[in-house]
């Protein structure tokens, strides 16, 4: 039987079970209690970190949409010369290919976006502040370095943000603490993986004698692993099961809020995609005992020959 | 069944035996004496393969131990009923689930495998003590638990390590007529024993043969026994 065979194999009398092969192995409370434990644990873990990978996700492709979408044309003139500026820029880019369409904003407008510096009552005919005008790109966008040159010549008084230098590095900042979050459940895979192997090695080595029985009688190398193997999956899956359902029920509780400026942590939610995958927790954490102690199995039962 | 050829054991640098031969063939009943430490269990389990002999060979139903995997030795296993001195039994069992073990990881429970369990329960004297654990067993019905386990799948060879060393003569000599009705119908049986008393009783039952471990080599036991 091939190798993946005699995995499916396994898994599969994993799940059926046998009453008679549970019962040959004793049940060590030190063990199981730490397989449990440390499953609820990494798995409420997990969740966490899935939705903040998620989270990370999300705001990074959120931003990106953002950038891609707006460039703003800034017009910096005494106040008498703005109408005349504003014309004429809206006359350059209304002849720009890739340009969909060009707004000089309204004084509320304008007024709106200063209010979180300078108060809701910003006297705008007062102040010299310079005319913006947003432009919106077509889905194939237009030549930001083309305009802003062609802007340099016909009208200095205008300048071309297109975002890219504030928005960049705060996608590129969401992009890597999503790539952090899935490094960080894949070291609590790894994490887990090696306590449920430390706790079939104890195991094993504690039940020596009985491994030393279960030969005497002629039992297979696959029958003892099945049993060993078996009471760590069900420890591990019915560990993080819990610690799963402890980690929805904290985020069903968690306030959120998707206006406030706060990136990952105001927006930390599971998400659909998240919803999908938590349940799956436990089960890669059942998948991941399966195999971590059945190699552990195979190599005390190849050590104890 | 079981062959040993020309073997030799070394035990922490220190020679235990050599030269040892010794053939358990359909219908045929050695005892194994020899004095304490001179090697009887370590020789049984040689012939089980739970020991590799330094030099020589071990040839379990015509395969040689050293060329099988643990898979074919387990396989092997199925086909010897071994009783030890100690009993080797699972504690968190009860004496019907341990006398019960060989056809449990062979997956030959059924009903009626579980009638033979109580068939040979009975027989034994174990009927009343089946639901206890092995803890709570005297050390003479831990040794008829062994040996029903030895027994119940009806193996082709019994080897057995001081099977009557706890138990009166009575219980001793119907657990013999069990090894010698076995034996009968063509098992091979080793008994590793001191009980002279035993040996002259079973002799004259069967045409058993007396090999001696002694000072390192295995001999055929004089005309004295």
Redesign the interface.
Known sequence: MSSFAGYIQQLIEVVRGDPDADRVVPKSGQTARLTILSAAAMSFLSVFVLAFALSAGRLATLWQVELAQGSTLRIVAPEEDLSELTERALEILGEIPGIASARALSDEEQKALLAPWFGEELPLDILPTPRLIAVTPRRQGFDAAGLAAQLARDLPEARLDDHSTWRAPLVRAASALRGLGWAALGLIAVTMGAVVTLAAQASLGANAQVIGVLRLVGARDAYITRAFVRRFTLRALSGAAVGMALAIAVFLILPTNDDAPGGVLTRLSLGPAGWFLAPLVPVFAALLSFFATRAAAMTSLRKQT | MIELDDIAYAYDGRALFSGVSLALTPGSFHFLTGPSGSGKTTLIRLCYG?LAANTGSVRLFGKNVAEMN??QV??A??RIG?V?QDG??????SVR?NVA??L???NR?DDEAAAQIDDLLAWTGLSTSADRSPPELSGGERQRAALA?AVI?SPEVVLADEPTGNIDAEMSDRLIALLVELNRMGRAVLIATHDMSLIRRTKAQVAARVVRLTKGRLEMAGADL
């Open positions: 739970a643990r898979d387990a396989l296993r199925r071994i030890h080797q039994f699972l504690d968190h069992l689930e073990l060989p449990t990881v062979s429970m386990r799948m």
